[in-house]
DNA sequence: TACCCTCGAGTTCA
DNA sequence: CTCGAGGGTA
């Protein structure tokens, strides 16, 4: 569909901006249709400012909303009550912390519920380490402190930072407020410490202090915390030490991150050391050699749990040995050598008032539940995802029955419960109280925004349904034009500051973007005499500037990133970067896939070949460039920025890029280990040797492949050749 | 074919 | 964070 692009109002005069009508003026009404509006944009400007570091006005703009805000509730006190943002919109923040980058990152940890997942962990690591039946491993056992992470930097045995956890990589400068915790030493004591030691651990409150410090909240009028690790991360993050200090936090060490020399070489030796140098352990901390043991301990800590005096959520688990913890290595952003055995996640029970169906960006039709409001852990929560048509009758991804074939209807009473504490989900239905009328919940079949015909496609492959039903409305859906708007200019794709998922849906509503090259070229009509964003309603003059210079400044952009916006299906931002880092220009990416259109052409092939793209999505990113409408995009597109080319990545690895087969016997360590090395250092390891390959590892007993590498002539080399070239680990 | 892992796309609340 | 599905390998 061609649209034309009017902008908006265009049949206004032009208007200058009106000063804001004095409060005593306004109608009640009026007021308090203001008073919501401003406290929306306030909370908006805090979000920014708080969680993205960025503000996005100046703060003379700031305070002038805030003063409005004000002016508005002394005039009409009866908004204080009604708006339930008001408590939110909190003091005008003044300073924010610095950021640190950790030097090891902070990782999370797999969960389990479950006793048997626990029997499958121990299960997994013996199989991965090839360890035989008989032979104990030990592992450490300790309680779940449910706080906040902090990483201590010790240098010559003193304080030097405190970061938080952050996204694991990069984290907030807390120093001076760490400092005034009592369970943290400022120096380490004895003689034996590392010259740097990161020393990493738990703050928590206890339940006595939590209680205590909510008196003089309520005493002082000012807002409660939910639990004790809001308090705690509150109290972590105030902007004055002094605050912190007012606050008896506590510190639990459990682990470390950069260490100059290990003072020992299992998990329980590096506590018991931590321990030495000051620190305080969890006296619950346990070696188990056994699941039964492990599981015994977590039923030792369960029972205990409400006479400890502070919160957990569970118990960790650990390999002891380091060795053994080094061999075991990382899957994706969880070391593969822990644990964490959850204790049961908190529920609720409320009523589903509603089905409603969004679209997403690539045409899904997704149920959400509407619920009566409802605390869960201390948060409430009005809405839950229902996944998709067949969660909701009670069939779950494989065929078979979830909550015993119960299906979801309006008016069911419901069991909610947040997974991993945080997302909500629907968890059961109380069949008991199910009303007499309640209907089976029929799935629209067409698209609520478009009413084009939503399908559940067949998988070419499986001959399988899709779990997913999806409008084919395409380009004359709204929603799902919207929703790819908000992709890009998402976070991982254009990042255009002062343009998210609202500012979007108002202008897409009045039609100002309905293109990604719109966006490009908004400044320059709004140079027109139309109407402007800056006399618009919640739109400053400093605030368009600001979001015009977001915009130019995307002009150039990173190939990845772009192909990342595009949408394309299945195309993510990992897929994007291995596209981008293969063909390293756009036009190579286009040129291939038209090519691999045509069945003569190998470039399908070439898509394929790249580790990580299959059939799937070979197909899917061919489709997408076959589409008329989606070239023309990409040609007006493609006027408005310029596209990066990514430079070749070096990694300083010696066998970065490099092809590897291990063949023979491995002796100092598995096959899989051997393989999470090599493409740790950036190698890609095959299964046999061809002419593209670059080295055989080759230990005793190796055969035909050893000969079929002296015929390639490949570079040949034992396991020990191997850590010389790369070292060990 | 059966797995294991990674990825994409969806989600909540503050 | 979770689900389902794609990709790759035993």
Not at 128 to 139: E, G, R, S, T
Not at 189 to 196: H, L, Q
Not at 493 to 503: K, N
Not at 608 to 613: A, R
Request: aromatic share 6%; net charge negative; charged share 25%.
């Amino acid at each position: 569909m061609v649209l034309t692009v009017p902008f908006a109002d265009s049949n206004m005069p032009e208007n200058k901006p009106t000063p804001p009508k004095p409060v005593d003026q306004l109608t009640p009404a009026a007021a308090r249709l203001e008073h919501e509006a401003l406290a929306r944009e306030i909370a908006q400007h805090d979000r920014r400012y708080y969680e993205d570091d960025a503000p996005s006005v100046s703060d003379a703009e700031y305070d002038a909303l805030r003063l409005r805000y004000e002016a508005l509730e002394a005039q009409f006190p009866e908004l204080k009550s009604t708006e339930s943002l008001t408590r939110k919109v909190g003091s005008k923040p003044s300073e924010k912390f610095s950021k640190i980058r950790h030097r090891a990152p902070m990782l999370s940890l797999a969960n389990a519920f479950a006793d048997e997942e626990v029997e499958e962990f121990v299960e997994r690591i013996r199989r991965f380490l090839q360890i035989k039946a008989d032979a104990p491993v030990i592992f450490t056992a300790e309680p779940k402190i449910d706080g906040l992470s902090l990483s201590l930097r010790y240098e010559h045995g003193r304080l030097v930072s405190a970061a938080t956890r952050g996204d694991g990589s990069v984290g907030e400068d807390v120093t001076a407020n760490a400092r005034t915790v009592g369970d943290i030493p400022q120096k380490l004591t004895g003689k034996d410490f590392p010259e740097i030691l990161e020393v990493r651990g738990e703050v928590y409150l206890s339940h006595a202090d939590f209680a205590a410090i909510n008196e003089r909240q309520a005493a002082a009028g000012k807002q409660l915390f939910a639990n004790p690790r809001n308090a705690a991360a509150g109290s972590l993050r105030q902007l004055d030490p002094a605050i912190t200090a007012s606050r008896p936090l506590h510190f639990f060490a459990y682990g470390w991150g950069e260490i100059s020399e290990m003072p020992a070489d299992t998990q329980s030796g590096m506590i018991d050391a931590f321990r030495r140098f000051g620190f305080i352990i969890n006296p619950l901390t346990r070696r188990c050699s056994t699941v039964a043991e492990l599981l015994e301990h977590y039923r030792t800590i369960e029972t205990n749990r409400a006479n400890l005096g502070y919160d957990i959520d569970g118990v960790v688990y650990k390999v002891d040995d380091l060795n053994l913890q080094s061999r075991l290595g990382f899957v994706s952003r969880s070391p593969r050598w822990a644990l964490a055995h959850k204790f049961p996640a908190q529920q609720a029970t409320t009523i589903l008032d509603a089905i409603e169906i969004n679209v997403g960006r690539t045409g899904s039709l997704n149920p959400l539940a509407r619920l009566r409001p409802i605390t869960v852990g201390g948060v409430v929560v009005s809405n839950a995802t229902l996944h998709n048509e067949d969660y909701i009758r009670g069939i779950g991804g494989n065929g078979e029955k979830i909550r015993n074939g119960v299906d979801i209807r309006v008016g069911d009473t419901v069991i909610i419960q947040r997974a991993g504490d945080v997302i909500p989900k629907v968890l059961d239905v109380v069949l008991e109280k199910r009303p007499a009328d309640a209907k089976p919940y029929l799935f629209p079949s067409n698209c609520p925004a478009c009413g084009s015909h939503a399908v559940r496609e067949q998988n070419p492959r499986t001959g399988k349904e899709d779990s997913v039903r999806r409008c084919t409305g395409g380009l004359i859906c709204p929603a799902q034009a919207r929703e790819r708007l908000k992709h890009f200019v998402s976070r991982n794709a254009f990042d255009i500051e002062g343009l998210g998922e609202q500012r979007i849906e108002e202008l897409y509503a009045d039609g100002t973007i309905r293109r990604p090259q719109d966006i490009f070229t908004l400044e320059a009509r709004n140079a027109g005499k139309l109407q402007r964003l800056e006399n618009r309603e919640g739109w400053g003059a400093t605030s368009v500037k600001n979001l015009f210079a977001a915009i130019e400044a995307r002009r150039n952009i990173a190939l990845n990133r772009f192909v990342y916006a595009l949408g394309i299906p299945h195309v993510g931002d990992t897929s994007a970067k291995l596209l981008a880092r293969h063909f390293g220009t756009f036009e190579a990416i286009q040129e291939a896939a038209k090519a691999a259109a045509d069945p003569e052409s190998d470039a399908h092939a070439e898509l394929t070949s790249i580790g990580g793209i299959g059939s799937v999505v070979a197909d899917a990113i061919v489709e997408f460039f076959k589409e008329q409408h989606n070239e023309e995009m990409l040609d007006a597109l493609l006027a408005q920025v310029h596209v990066e080319p990514v430079e070749a990545t070096v990694s300083d690895s010696p066998v970065a890029g490099k092809t590897v087969v291990f063949t023979g016997a491995l002796e100092q360590m598995t096959r899989e280990e051997a393989k999470a090395m090599a493409e740790r250092l950036g190698a890609k390891v095959a299964g046999s040797v061809s002419k593209k390959t670059d080295i055989v590892v080759a230990g005793p007993g190796a055969g035909s492949k050893l000969n079929k590498a002296k015929e390639f002539d490949v570079q040949v080399m034992d396991e020990d050749g191997w850590f010389v070239l790369v070292g060990r680990n």
